[in-house]
């Protein structure tokens, strides 16, 4: 992330927000503070952050419908930082649209790393054409939508954002531990069966015959290739 950028922090402990924002500050970015959704959402709008850092249990609601409401908006990254060890937790909030999940006790060290980690994600994701054609579907990233010939798909955050990865990357050999840490974050290249179960879901979604993709390929040992016949006009 470059220095100066804003990350806001949604947080109802006053000392964890405290020393975040103390460790933020001296790393170069600006911050603010929000301690329960209500004040978050109108300090997010008025200032539109650059990162968010948020806490689930929050005084006025869960933080997954605070998830939901910004992946609507924006695709700004956004760090779960959470007391709540259980994977349902993990899952929930990654497809609702968040970005990385922090384990609470945590080190700083390792959250600014995936702080940078989910910026560079961030940026390396805005892509340089806002529609890809490829056989029968249409990705519209500017519209956030699918199309499988005239039909829209519905994707949850997790699917979208992986068929995304995939299709700016036509063709090529995407070992397992890149596409894991690309997409979720760094601390999920080991989440094999993440992956596993996405895939299939992707391709029950899109593709003719779930069984015999022509789509998403296993590259078996590596990892996974989006098979797209750019000659085909």
Excluded at 66 to 80: F, G, L
Excluded at 90 to 98: H, K, Q, T, W, Y
Excluded at 178 to 195: A, D, F, N, P, T
Excluded at 209 to 225: F, K, L, S, V
Aim: glycine letters at 6%; aromatic letters at 8%; one cysteine or more.
């Amino acid at each position: 992330m470059r220095v100066h950028e804003l990350v806001l922090i949604i947080e109802d402990d006053e000392s964890i927000s405290q020393m975040l924002s103390l460790s933020l500050r001296q790393q170069g970015y600006r911050t603010l503070v929000a301690m329960d959704m209500q004040s978050a959402h109108r300090t997010f709008r008025a200032n539109r952050p650059d990162l968010i850092l948020l806490d689930l249990g929050l005084p006025d609601g869960d933080g997954k419908t605070m998830i939901r409401t910004i992946r609507s908006e924006t695709a700004v990254p956004i760090i779960v930082i959470s007391a709540r060890h259980v994977e349902k937790e993990v899952i929930a909030s990654l497809d609702a649209g968040a970005d990385d999940y922090v384990f609470k006790p945590f080190s700083l060290d390792e959250l600014a790393a995936r702080i940078r980690s989910a910026q560079r994600r961030f940026l390396g994701l805005q892509p340089s054409v806002n529609v890809i054609v490829c056989g029968d579907i249409t990705l519209d990233i500017a519209e956030h939508s699918l199309r499988k010939n005239s039909e829209y798909l519905k994707l949850t955050p997790t699917e979208y954002n992986l068929l995304k990865y995939f299709m700016l990357h036509l063709n090529q050999v995407l070992p397992y531990t890149r596409i894991l840490k690309e997409v979720w974050g760094v601390g999920y290249q080991h989440e094999m069966q993440y992956l596993r179960t996405y895939i299939n879901s992707l391709r029950k979604k899109i593709e003719t015959d779930a069984a015999r993709p022509g789509y998403i390929r296993t590259e078996m040992g590596i990892g996974y290739r989006f098979i797209c016949d750019t000659t085909t006009p």
